[in-house]
């Protein structure tokens, strides 16, 4: 079984001290900083774009940074990011023409690449570019904002989404976004996740080494 990785969602960071707040939840026990680039348009929201990510490196963050564009369309943000340091990038099939080229361009330009899926996107997307992801992202909140519940359809997509990546012999994440908490992370891990996107349930909680490690102690569940 690979590692599971924990990425708290910087959407729900204290922007006003942005490189502070990564720091200590990176030094709460967490794996990968989760960046959330929302544009006003793709989704109703607006959130932080490259000169964020890169203001972020040169502050010192050293973590991967996973960039979840939920941005339409994605290709110039896609060579921002990566030249702003991103080591991931994920986007949705929906916000592009040419999804082969996307995944193209996020490889040419030395990042992981990603395809994320919304509730209610369904799978077909993943036929002919197996070999060019590293992560399929399921969304288990419609995109935009934090804070939502879990939608509990997501656990039979993933289990679906588990086979193919199976099936397909590709070392391939499967990572899951939104509503995210110690008290269903295990039962999300179950139906085949082994990357956790959480915001709300580490950023609203005053000590985020007490959420990480209470996470971790129920992945260890299904490890043992
Ligand atoms: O992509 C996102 C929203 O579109 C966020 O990553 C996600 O919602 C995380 O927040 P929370 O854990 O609070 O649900
Ligand atoms: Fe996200």
Redesign the pocket.
Known sequence: MRPFLIAP?I??ADFARLGEDVDAVLNAGADVV?F?V?DNHY?P?LTIGPMVCKALRDYGVTAEIDV?L?VKPVDRMIVDFAKAGASIITFHPEATEHLDRSLQLIKESGCKAGLVFNPGTPLHCLDHVMDKLDVILL?S????????S?IPSTLDKLRQVKKLIEASGYDIRLQV????KVDNIAEIAAAGADMF??????FNKPDYKEVIDDMRSELAKLES
């Open positions: 969602s959407l729900s989760h959330d929302m989704v929201n979840h939920m969304m909140v419609n995109p935009g904002f934090g804070g939502q879990f976004d939104g509503g995210v996107v959480a915001g709300s349930a580490i």
